[in-house]
């Protein structure tokens, strides 16, 4: 079912940031299964079977550019952006070299912003749009070894309230999803010390699923979400609650 913020009968256009794999996978997913055309971006190797996608870095201006082209030539403009696609590089700030801060800002921070830029031209022509840009809650609590992750998920939060400021009343929304601790590529890289200490402090007692992050997403795109706007909604079992 197409949702009813679009204006015409035709499915809405929906991009999702890195949706090769792990929660923007399940986005892409999730968004699909409710009739959007879903296309997805992927860096690296070959994206998954039978999806639309087009290759992009967000790291690159010209590549982002070149993706959008691509996908306002062969399926319309986008008419909901879900900023996905980030990275982390773990260390501790003493020994967090300033590329180590700046590459992780230029992906999570920089990228989710040119993504946003890039999409808000297409929204203002269709006189409407929705951005989810995935945070961390990692970006309202903090962690050690994340100065760069969490400084750049905090910044997407400063960034999605900027933005409703400015097109709130052209229509566009944009909102973000802070999830926890959720299974993925991700998190299976964090040391076995750090996941037993999350553990033993998130209130559900479990980590996150993926798809428990898509459904936050899919309903902050939904036409039941239309007044909500530069709000932050954690998917994180209670761990950030009071933040
Ligand atoms: P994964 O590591 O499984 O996937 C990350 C995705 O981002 C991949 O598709 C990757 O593409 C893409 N990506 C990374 N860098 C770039 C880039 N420069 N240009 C384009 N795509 C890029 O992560 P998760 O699925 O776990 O995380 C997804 C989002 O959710 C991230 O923003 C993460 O910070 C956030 N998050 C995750 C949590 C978790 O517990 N897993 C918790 C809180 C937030 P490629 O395959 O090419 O590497």
Same mark, same amino acid.
């Given at each position: 079912? !197409?949702? !009813?913020? @679009? #204006? @015409?009968? #035709?499915?809405r256009v929906v991009l999702v940031t890195g949706g090769n794999r792990g929660i923007g996978k399940c986005i892409a997913d !999730? $968004? =699909?299964a409710q009739g959007d055309r879903v296309i997805i971006t992927h860096r690296t190797g070959d994206a998954p079977q039978g999806v639309d996608a087009v290759r992009c870095d967000v790291s690159s201006t010209e590549s982002v550019d070149a993706a959008f082209k691509e996908i306002e030539s062969t399926w319309g403009p &986008? #008419?909901?952006?879900v900023a996905n696609a980030g990275v982390t590089k773990d260390t501790l700030l003493m020994r967090m070299t300033e590329d180590d801060f700046t590459s992780v800002l230029d992906t999570n921070l920089v990228g989710a $912003? =040119? &993504?946003a830029k890039r999409a808000t031209k297409g929204f203002l022509k269709l006189k409407r749009g929705r951005i989810v840009f995935i945070s961390s809650v990692v970006g309202v609590m903090g962690a050690p070894g994340q100065a760069n992750y969490a400084s750049s998920k905090a910044g997407l939060i400063g960034m999605a309230r900027a933005i409703t400021r400015e097109l709130g009343a052209r229509n566009v929304t944009a909102n973000v999803v802070a999830p926890g601790y959720i299974t993925t590529d991700m998190t299976a890289e964090l040391p076995e010390d750090v996941t037993a200490d999350y553990m033993a402090s998130i209130p559900a007692g479990r980590f996150g699923d993926p798809a428990e992050v898509a459904s936050a997403v899919q309903w902050l795109a939904s036409p039941g979400a239309g007044y909500v706007n530069g709000t932050v909604i954690r998917v994180d079992g209670g761990l950030g609650m009071g933040l």
């Open positions: 079912m !197409a949702d !009813a913020t @679009s #204006e @015409s009968a #035709e499915p !999730a $968004f =699909r &986008v #008419e909901v952006l $912003f =040119r &993504v």
